[in-house]
Structure formats: structure tokens, C-alpha cells
């Protein structure tokens, strides 16, 4: 990439990933990999404490943006903050294991979907600690950096978690009805959450659908697109662009995807980021797609390097503006820090073509 404006080179945003996101003029690529439980061990937390403890997650938080200075961080304890507000069992089976799901499925029947009580951010399971490390982080690196909060999961995902992966495929086709009526009051915990992260001070607000993944392109179009399209256009007055995470191999699903209205399509390394491109328009930011594990974890810096070119001339080739070079996937905990600086090394000396 070339650099089409020479005074923008010195243009250094405060927000760059969200001039990025709004189609702006910026002197470079954004890079915000998607860092979760890898700040926990930066910051020498167990997995237990960054996930139960606000201070921990905070700071885990504040210290990653410390030592690698990304154009976004992430706050997100898992994926189960928001099943447990449900009701569910969650907690750590050991120290240096998030939060998971525990015990038998919270829901199996009808009658265990009308048991789930509204929704209510300031009481229910982690979400008044979730909302106290976003405080910390905000007014910590909220006038530098884009804040990214998730608001946990889409319903088809959250109803997964809440009657098992099994379960709910098998629903999927059985007893489609069955699904809609729990993604519906999982829609409702989405919408809420998401209001609550926003009006505590999240830039972007994300969420994942990956499970719905695996329904294939006509049943996820049929049974999840309708809930993930009704959560973001909840979400849309918040006026914080909402972003849909689905991993793996989502290009099936990406037309569909484009029209859930997004703002942000966060993709796995196994989608073609040119394709990707051309689903979306050029009104959707993608975000992505660097393998975590095969090369960002597991790679050299030379290699991390040569795939962080890689994906931006194959963005770069279909002349899509809105862009930030990122992992596809969460950070693995084990990710070396000189393949993150080798990352960051490519993204801040990119420019953009005409």
C-alpha cells in the first residue's frame, strides 16, 4: 500500500479504528487483534481472577494497551456472561480456565424458558462487574483508544449455551418454534446488555453468533439472521456501530451476514478476506483474519508479517476502505509478544491506495 496523501501520514487519530469504521481518511491501517484471556497472562492473572474480578480484568485490559499500544482493546470475560444472568450454572473448573458452562442444560422444556426471569443488568450474575471493568477501562484509555465491548452472545448462540450444541441443532429442525420462543428471550438479555455497555461508554459494541454457523446458509438465514437482525437494530439508537463475530468457516453465510446490519464483520482465518470484501460492500467494516493459532500463536515474526501483508494487499486488491487487521479469532494465551509487535510492525507502516 501507498500512501495517497502525504500530510495524512501525520494524522494520528485518537480513534483511528473508528474513523476506519465510518469510511474516513486515515494515514494507515487500524490493527486491534482480538485479545481476551491473552491479557490475563500478560498481566499475570489466572484465568479465574481476569474472569471473576473486575480490578483483574480492568487491568489486564490497561496493561495489554500499555505494552502494544492497538488502535482497539476488547473487554470480554467469555462466553458466558450472559447465560449465567439467565440462570444458568457457570463458573472454573481450575485456575487457568474461564468461566464454562456447568451442570445439566438450563433449559429443556417450555416451561424452563418461561422461568427465565426479564432481564436486569445492574443485579443479575456478572454483568454489574462487567460494567465496573468497562468503567475502569474507559476512563483509563477511552480518550486514546477505541473501546470494543461485547455484549456476549446473538440468541442463537446464547440459546445454545443455555440447552447444549446437541440439543438445539437437533431443535433446530424438529421444533423450530421451540428455538425461536428461547432466542427471543435471549434476544431481550442481548438488547439490554448491550443498551448497559453503551451507556457506560463502549466505541463499538460486538457480538458472537458462532454456533449458528453451523446451521449451513439456508437455516441460518431462516432461523438466526431474523434474531441477529432484530438485537442490532435494538442496539442501533445507541449510535455505536455493532459488530457480528461468527467464526470459522463462515463464507456461506457472509451475503446473509451482510445484511444482518452490522456495521462489522468479524471473520475467521478461514474466510477469504477478497470475498469477504465483495460480500460486504463497502459499507461494512471487515475486521480480521489472521490465524490465531497457525500463525499468530504457533508462527514466526517473520511469518506473522508475510500474512499480515498478505491479507492487507488482498484487501488492498479490491479497493474496500473500511478495514482493520486483527486475528480472526481470540488470542491464544500462549501468543508470543514478538508475533504481536510483528503484526502491529506491518499495520502501522501500511497506506492506503486511491
Not at 445439566?104 to 427465565?116: C, G
Not at 457480538?207 to 442490532?232: H, K, N, T
Not at 468479524?266 to 460486504?280: G, I, K, M, S
Request: net charge negative.
Amino acid at each position: 500500500m501507498n500512501d495517497r496523501n502525504p500530510s495524512a501520514g501525520s494524522m494520528m487519530s485518537p480513534k483511528l479504528v473508528l474513523r476506519a469504521l465510518q469510511g474516513l481518511e486515515i494515514p494507515r491501517v487500524p490493527t486491534a487483534s482480538l485479545a481476551v484471556h491473552f491479557c490475563a497472562g500478560l498481566a499475570g492473572y489466572s484465568l479465574r481472577e481476569y474472569t471473576s474480578d473486575a480490578r483483574a480484568l480492568a487491568d489486564s485490559v490497561i496493561r495489554y494497551h500499555e505494552r502494544f499500544q492497538p488502535d482497539a482493546v476488547w473487554l470480554s470475560a467469555d462466553t458466558w456472561v450472559s447465560a449465567e444472568a439467565m440462570g444458568a450454572a457457570v463458573g472454573a473448573t481450575s485456575d487457568d480456565q474461564p468461566f464454562g458452562g456447568l451442570g445439566p442444560p438450563l433449559v429443556q422444556s417450555a416451561a424452563d424458558i418461561d422461568r427465565i426471569p426479564p432481564p436486569n443488568v445492574g443485579a443479575q450474575g456478572r454483568y454489574p462487574l462487567m460494567l465496573a471493568a468497562l468503567s475502569r477501562v474507559v476512563t483509563a484509555l477511552g480518550k486514546e483508544t477505541c473501546v470494543v465491548a461485547c455484549f456476549d452472545q446473538y440468541p442463537f448462540s446464547l440459546a445454545a449455551a443455555l440447552m447444549g450444541i446437541h440439543e438445539i441443532m437437533v431443535k433446530a429442525l424438529d421444533d423450530p418454534a421451540f428455538v425461536e420462543a428461547l432466542m427471543a428471550r435471549c434476544a431481550e438479555y442481548a438488547v439490554a446488555y448491550g443498551r448497559a455497555l453503551a451507556e457506560v461508554g463502549a466505541d463499538v459494541l460486538s457480538g458472537g453468533d458462532s454456533p449458528a454457523g453451523l446451521l449451513g446458509p439456508e437455516l441460518y438465514a431462516r432461523l438466526a439472521l431474523p434474531f441477529e437482525r432484530e438485537v442490532i437494530a435494538a442496539l442501533k439508537p445507541a449510535r455505536k456501530p455493532v459488530s457480528l463475530h461468527i467464526c470459522g468457516h463462515a463464507t456461506p453465510m457472509l451475503r446473509a451476514m451482510a445484511s444482518s446490519g452490522a456495521d462489522v464483520l468479524e471473520l475467521d482465518h478461514f474466510v477469504d478476506l477478497a470475498d469477504a470484501c465483495r460480500f460486504a460492500g463497502p459499507e461494512i467494516t471487515i475486521w480480521g483474519n489472521l490465524d490465531p493459532v497457525g500463525v499468530l500463536a504457533r508462527g514466526t515474526p517473520a511469518e506473522v508479517e508475510a500474512a499480515a501483508r498478505k491479507a492487507l494487499a488482498a484487501v488492498n486488491a479490491t479497493g474496500h476502505r473500511r478495514f482493520v487487521l486483527s486475528s480472526g479469532c481470540t488470542l491464544a494465551v500462549e501468543t508470543p509478544p514478538a508475533n504481536l509487535d510483528a503484526l502491529n510492525r506491518v499495520a502501522r507502516a501500511s497506506r492506503f491506495t486511491e
